[in-house]
């Protein structure tokens, strides 16, 4: 009968909207009562609404500080048209084990276009469809971090028609771990020469040593060649951001670093070492303005990270102009290291 419904209304609805022909009334008529109209919850797939921060049901009102994932009911079938209105509920009963359910107080179900929650859901003559929204906020969001929550919805009491049970009840399921801060690379937009490889200003030079292109590099670098090169290495065919003492002249405070303005936000700055020789300091070192603190002044810096541990994580309080780079004390002879590449990047809310 189901397979006799389906192939009717392939064969005859072309017809009817087309060419105005081809089934009669009566037949059409029949085919409504085989297919008797029925209210169903849209979006439901085996039962669960689930989503994360990419799904197409979910705006994020980055003002309000809160969530929507969009819903609504839906009548099938070929009847006409006519008003009808259905309860909406919700409960924690139902929710699969590994999903925490919501509290009331910590969501609110609305109608489209319109404030408030809403108990009863109304859909007027000549529409089939209403939508509502479930609403979270973020701090509820932050405060179940990590987690999967959620509430169960159902659709009760129609004013008309029947419900198709099959889809009048749901588990909204909520993946909060997609809604916090994600780590995106910035290097590029910001940082100039990152390395793998580094390019050195002075193209052309036959020599293993050479001057960094678009890092500033301190004289104290600079202490090979009668004090004319330092900051770039090509060892072994390679090409380094580094700093070397090999029976040449001491380094200290040693700077190599760009100077840029970052926005408000947290940051992680990595370096990828080939070789670190160290024994005096070397730090990773981020500094607020033009330049890097000496080693004596570090505490003066936003934030510094060891070589041995080259991963350094800070956060402005607001767009600010900052210096970022190496700051290496190499007082001791037979020091160096060499840096393949770094790498900036950014933690991002889909919140900011």
Known sequence: MKS????????????LLLLGTGCKKEELEKVKELAPPKIYITNIVDGRIAVNVDSRIVSIDKAAKKISVALGVNRSGLADREAYSVKLRASDAGLPADVTPLAPTEYAIVAAGKGGSVATLDVPAEESSAAFAVE??????????????????SISDPSKYELNEAMSTAALIIDVATFGERQVEIT?????????????????????FGILADWISNDAVKNIDNRTKGGFDSFNGGAYLAMERWGTPEIPNGKIYQTIKLPQGKYRFDADFETAVISNQLLLTVASGAGLPDIDNISQAIATAPYNAPRMMFELPAEQEVS???????VNDAQAFRVRFVKLYKFESPFD
């Open 188 to 208: 590029t937009r910001y940082l100039k020469n990152p390395g793998a490889p580094f390019a050195r200003a002075d193209q052309g030079a036959s020599s293993r």
């Open 324 to 330: 970022i780079g190496f700051l290496g004390n190499l």
């Open 4 to 15: 006799f419904i389906k192939n009717y209304l392939l064969l005859c609805l072309p017809a």
């Open 136 to 153: 979270v906020p973020k701090s509820v969001l932050d405060a179940h971090a990590g987690k999967k929550i959620g509430v169960m919805l």
